[in-house]
């Protein structure tokens, strides 16, 4: 990438969490950043995705993944520990978070009957990890750091199935807000992406995921749905000095389907 382009990330660290696998969205976007020079660093979350993760970080040059449960403070305190004694990785200059997690049994029928460990624990690993993180993340980031998050329109439309996740997506997006008021005088930026329906592991826990992609091809003014690529283009421009100017937003990166009244 030329240089004295704003997207170029040469010299600069990313720590990018919510890799499971290949089509996580977070993996595209790790390695648009990678290709655009980034040092990335990527997380797992416990030992079954470890050996994954770890095989996709080795394809990334100068790549390394690390294990981050987000319900685990200690495991957070330790990555960031980590990653301050480490030459190329103490400073973050862009932070993405792209973990979500809802019991299945909360992912299907009537809202009305959500549980309340079905509602914590879902707010827990999807939105309060957010917050637990940017402030870990505050003490390493120089100014004109970047924070990216991913959202889904499930938090300002009743969407069937999608639930107590939509719930959480809406204070997922609150607290973008009131996270960009306080790290913006830090020259901190924080942002969402809302992105429409990706074939994902976490995407197919939701009941009638095929028919959300189906529905979302027939009615959106692009008539498709969105690519991994297209998510990680718009997160990478989030992150980089080209949206210098944007704190606090949500993005949608949907083929235009919010859009659509009727
Ligand atoms: N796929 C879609 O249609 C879609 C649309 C809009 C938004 N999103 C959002 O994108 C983000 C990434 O999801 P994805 O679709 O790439 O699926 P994914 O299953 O590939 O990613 C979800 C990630 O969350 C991680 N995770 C869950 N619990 C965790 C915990 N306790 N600690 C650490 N990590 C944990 C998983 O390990 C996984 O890597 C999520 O926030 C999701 O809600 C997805």
């Not at 976007?29 to 770890?54: D, F, N, P, S, W």
Request: aromatic share 6%; net charge neutral.
């Amino acid at each position: 990438m030329n240089p004295s382009n704003p997207a170029n990330f040469q010299g600069k660290h990313a720590l990018v969490l919510g890799v499971a696998n290949e089509r996580s969205i977070a993996w595209s976007i790790a390695k648009t950043l990678a290709g655009a020079g980034a040092t990335v660093t990527l997380t797992y979350q416990g030992e079954r995705i470890r050996a994954k993760v770890e095989e996709l970080a080795s394809s990334l040059p100068n790549g390394k993944a690390l294990p981050c449960d987000v319900q685990d403070d200690q495991q957070m305190d330790e990555l960031f520990e980590e990653l301050r004694n480490d030459p190329d990785r103490k400073t973050i200059d862009a932070l993405v978070h792209s973990v979500a997690f809802a019991l299945k049994e909360e992912l299907e029928g009537r809202f009305v009957l959500t549980s309340r460990k079905g509602f914590l624990l879902a707010h827990e690993i999807s939105v309060y990890s957010l917050i637990a993180l940017a402030r870990r993340a505050e003490t390493l980031m120089p100014h004109g750091a970047s924070i990216l998050t991913l959202s889904y329109l499930g938090a300002e439309r009743a969407i069937p199935n999608y639930n107590v996740m939509g719930v959480a997506k809406a204070a997922l997006e609150a607290s973008v807000r009131y996270l960009a008021a306080d790290l913006g005088p830090h020259r901190i930026r924080i942002n969402a992406i809302s992105a429409g329906p990706i074939n994902t592991l976490a995407a197919r826990g939701i009941r009638g995921f095929t028919e959300m992609l189906q529905y979302v091809r027939e009615k959106a003014p692009l008539k498709r749905n969105v690519t991994q690529q297209e998510v990680a283009d718009t997160a990478l421009f989030l992150l980089s000095p080209l949206a210098g100017g944007i704190t606090g937003e949500v993005l949608h990166v949907d083929a235009g389907f919010n859009i659509q009244g009727m």
